[in-house]
């Protein structure tokens, strides 16, 4: 790898000589500090020009850098290559003297580096470590389906708490609200539940993206493995496409319905579709819910040319009578609204809680109904809403069987062996 | 009626000269003040004795009175008896010069007939109009079973707005959090719905036993009587015992599971026994709702010999698998505790908003299994507990047919009409 990164960097900086670019090539993330964690395919270069030059002289050098490229957009373009079995990112961006006042959020990162390579040395075990035992139980990555520890994150846990080991037991103590500022220059209120002031720009909290869930996981994770520590921890066994008998014994023992709807998701990156599969599962969990189709628990997946979203429900049949309550009894308007509704009336109406309440005839007995009449006009994301709108097929209970796709059975098999960390050992 | 109450008087008063009792005798409630609604039974007639005597000394008379009567226990003792068809009671009480300083609470009573007979002339039609429209919707009595309004109160009502209509119209602009203090003379924060502060003792509000849900039914019954007055509003249809027929068609289009918990009740008055049964209904209704039985609604009922609580459900059957919470993830001792715990787990530990999670095997997949093995261990009142608990029967679903009891079937049929006001006319 390092061989293969000073090629390319050399390489970068002639072309930019060449060209009359003052340009900066700066080594980014882990591969940088020596905090590279085998297994991981990234490689950043970042191309850093004057402020008064064009990040377009930038880009320039990064397409002949690597001709076989594709052009990528996050705030702005950068080239994107694989090569040599590395994902290799070309960032252009602006050398600035102060991290506090950026042209872009990219610009940040190079200082990150210099931050972290001064201190970092005769730690690296420790860093590469803790991320190993992140990326294992699946905490490890600021991405939005993560959720979780980025990077630079555990190496600032490592440079204040001095360990692999120190970070694990310092963690029993950690609650939601823990700020931690290694150069005691924070200036701004967050709300997160852990905030780690980045040591380049006081208002920053390199932990933003870290969930409340994942954040537990890792304390919990961390208690199970200083009482009885084991390698599964780092290596946890890979996860295998369920199995026909499989799925039969796991849905003969939980007795639940299991309601799958696929779909034909858009082609768009990981951090835009999958805030968008959260959300679907959200509204469609909420009708189910306010429907009386009690949901035990959700999942999403996309995958190349489909996606599903699944619902595992304890209640799928209904009785006829529903309660449908009204408004209080004083708001003379709404009550005559309310009772001048046309419906068919069970009983009442009668007062709870000072409101008025009617039990009506239920339009929807079964969740399947529910959901092929009303999924339509749910709001299931940007993006996902109109492929969702334009087709999606129902699947119940033993016809999920049918769905032979192998990325879909590795998903329920996610689904069904969910653990935030791995079972004690035997 | 008048004739009888006076022959009473006058013995009483006779009664007392040949005792050398200095003693008023004073009649009390609707009876003393003209506002006697036809099909009420009761007298209440005061024996009001100085405060250096004893309340001893005119139940003595109370006794010689009516020589079969029964006593009975408020605060203090009094003497009950059936007499010429009505429901007599004769209460030993204190001539007191100012009521709010009591010795006792019947002791305010003389006040308040005093203060109402003095205004009420000509208006006694207009209070029996209000006494019967309440009492035809369900919302007369400040006993605990009804929770609604009193005789004085709807007194008090039309003294302050003048006429029935003048109450029925005015309840248009009410809310929760009313005051009404005829003399300006308030003294305390109250905080029931409905504040009227007694005219004779500013301390205390004569709504306190008001619920909200009477207060909130009486304003929207007027509302409806004043779009479509109909003389059902004073004259409901009587409930008839359900029959088999009718039980059937209602089970058919609900299509809930009905479950009964039948048990011999204690011999105790009204006012004791009520509570228990919304206390038992309540903690019942809780432990079905928790295990994941959802219920639409309940009653319960004593009926002389028997007692029977209602839970009609919405859900009857769960799957094998149950959702078990933990600890926050970052309560380590917590933590340990609950993952120690002895059990089949099916899914999990897994993190759901900062709490340990697993999914275990459901101990109870039906509600009588449930009730069979819990209802024992439930709080359902301080006597009521010790009855149920000696022994109980449960039927559920098409085995309520079997219960003939007509109390049973007049119950039953209340609790599937149960309406806050009469149906619109068709």
Same sequence: chains 1, 2.
């Avoid at 080594?27 to 377009?56: K, M, N, Y």
């Avoid at 006829?320 to 419906?343: A, I, T």
């Avoid at 009442?348 to 339509?376: C, F, H, S, T």
């Amino acid at each position: 790898m390092e061989r293969f990164v000073g090629e390319l960097l050399a390489r970068a900086g002639e072309l930019a000589r060449s060209q009359g670019l003052p340009c900066q090539v700066v080594l980014g993330g882990s591969a940088a500090r020596g905090t590279w964690l085998a297994g991981d395919h990234d490689i950043d270069i970042f191309l850093c020009v004057p402020e008064h030059r064009e990040l377009e002289e930038a880009m320039a050098i990064g397409r002949q850098l690597v001709l076989e490229h594709e052009e990528r957009y996050a705030e702005h373009p950068y080239v994107h290559a694989s090569l040599g079995g590395f994902d290799l990112d070309i960032v252009p961006c602006f050398s600035i003297s102060d991290p506090s006042h950026l042209r872009s959020a990219v610009d940040r990162t190079p200082f990150h580096t210099r931050y972290v390579a001064g201190r970092i040395r005769g730690l690296e075990d420790q860093v590469l470590l803790l991320k190993a035992f992140m990326k294992g139980i699946g905490v490890y990555g600021s991405e939005l389906r993560t959720g979780g520890f980025s990077g630079y994150l555990t190496e600032l846990l490592v440079l204040k708490y001095g360990s692999f080991e120190a970070v694990l037991e310092a963690s029993a103590s950690w609650r939601p609200g823990l700020v931690i500022d290694l150069e005691n220059h924070g200036s701004a209120i967050h709300t997160q539940p852990l905030v780690v002031v980045d040591p380049v720009d006081p208002r920053r909290n390199v932990a933003a993206a870290l969930t409340l869930d994942r954040f537990a996981q890792f304390i919990g994770a961390a208690r199970q493995f200083m009482v009885a520590p084991h390698e599964r921890f780092f290596f946890p066994a890979p996860a295998e496409p369920l199995k026909d008998g499989e799925l039969v014994r796991a849905l003969q023992a939980r007795k639940t319905m299991i309601i799958v709807v696929e779909f034909r998701p858009p082609d768009l990156v990981e951090d835009i579709i999958y805030p968008q599969l959260q959300k679907a599962q959200a509204s469609i969990r909420s009708l189910l819910d306010r429907e009386g189709f009690s949901v035990l628990r959700s999942g999403g997946n996309v995958s190349g040319q489909w996606g599903w979203l699944l619902f595992e429900l304890l209640v799928w049949e209904l009785p006829g009578v529903k309660k449908h309550p009204g408004p209080p009894v004083w708001e003379g308007q709404h009550l005559d609204s309310f009772l001048q509704e046309d419906r068919l009336i069970l009983s009442g109406p009668y007062i709870e809680e000072g409101r008025a309440v009617v039990e009506v005839l239920r339009k929807y007995r079964r969740p399947d109904d529910l959901l092929r009449d009303r999924l339509g006009s749910l709001s299931l994301g940007h993006h996902l809403s109109p492929s969702i709108r334009s087709s999606f097929v129902l699947y119940q209970g033993w016809e999920i069987l049918s769905i032979q796709s192998q990325d879909f059975r590795l998903f329920l098999s996610r689904y069904l062996s969910l653990r935030a960390w791995p079972a004690a050992q035997d």
